[in-house]
């Protein structure tokens, strides 16, 4: 398990990260989500021991991550601004990795270079943005870590290809139990993968949630009630947000399904039904209720 307590990091006067604490239980996806600059960068080469803290502390299984090259060697850091060597090409960088990662899987790298359709004796720098964060993915894959931490992965990749690491990472984590960590600021991207998210804003965490958790405890109920009866009249449902439109009503309420359900049954609606919430309504219920308007931070 990866846990971060009070870490923090200046540049001068810019807080980038601010007294930040989060957990990371191993085998689950973890998704930080936030606006350019909102932290997730900073954050993360603080996880993987390349930023020293000024406060706080990084650890995994309780041994701290700066200058802990055992503790290095569980994880693999995908950074959103490529680096390959000179020349390089990705038969090159597989050797190199093979060598800081032991279990590195040549013959599985290879085999996912064609199933990518990327030429292993072709030059990085020759390749588009999207190939190289392919490439990237891949020697993180077969890297063999217990921790994969990546920036912004997904940007970049057209849909197909998001849709196929995703795949590849869900593979890794039932045989292997991988935890990816996956910064982002599109909460969208991350919707169909993730099982814990954090809002980061200005530096902190916002909003850390489970999203089993949330979705068990929030639901959009649409109906159509008796005459004469409002959304007001709906005293025992805890009302996060209602719409209207002629008689249909549209609430988003707090509480688990069958709770709802037996709230909605006793007021005798002419009609309801309850429907699923995405990722993205849910974060925007939760974050209005604490005063902020996501849309503006994430969007």
């Known amino acids: 398990m990866i846990k971060a307590e009070n870490l923090t990091k200046n540049f001068d006067d810019i807080v980038a990260v601010d007294h930040v604490n989060a957990e990371i239980r191993d085998g689950s996806v973890f998704g930080l989500i936030g606006t350019n600059g909102a932290g997730k960068s900073t954050f993360l080469r603080m996880l993987s021991g390349i930023l020293k803290p000024d406060e706080g502390s990084a650890v995994i299984d309780g041994e701290p991550i700066f200058e802990n090259v055992k503790v290095k ?47 292993g004796r072709r030059k990085i720098h020759t390749f588009s943005k999207g190939m190289k964060k392919q490439l990237s993915v891949l020697c993180g894959i077969c890297a063999n870590t217990d921790y994969l931490f990546c920036d912004e992965t997904f940007d970049g990749l057209d849909p197909v290809m998001r849709q196929a690491v995703k ?86 309420a707090r509480g688990t399904r069958a709770e ?40």
């Open 73 to 119: 060697s569980r994880f693999f850091y995908i950074s959103d601004d490529q680096y390959y060597f000179n020349n390089a090409s990705p038969l090159d960088m597989m050797e190199f990795y093979s060598r800081v990662y032991p279990a590195f899987d040549k013959e599985r790298f290879q085999k996912l270079l064609k199933s990518f359709g990327l030429e």
């Open 260 to 299: 709802v359900e037996q709230i909605m049954e006793a007021y005798e609606p002419v009609f309801y039904e309850i429907i699923p919430l995405s990722l993205e309504e849910i974060f925007i219920s939760e974050t209005e209720v604490a005063g902020y308007d996501i849309k503006k931070l994430i969007f």
């Open 167 to 252: 795949s590849i990472f869900a593979n890794d984590m039932a045989e292997r139990n991988l935890t990816p960590i996956i910064a982002s600021h599109n909460l969208r991207e991350l919707e169909d993968i993730c099982d814990h998210v954090g809002l980061l804003h200005r530096g902190g965490i916002l909003l850390s949630r489970d999203l089993d958790d949330m979705k068990l405890n929030i639901h959009k109920i649409q109906c159509v009630l008796k005459d004469g009866m409002s959304a007001e009249d709906l005293g025992l449902l805890q009302r996060i947000k209602t719409e209207e439109r002629g008689r249909l009503y549209t609430i988003t």
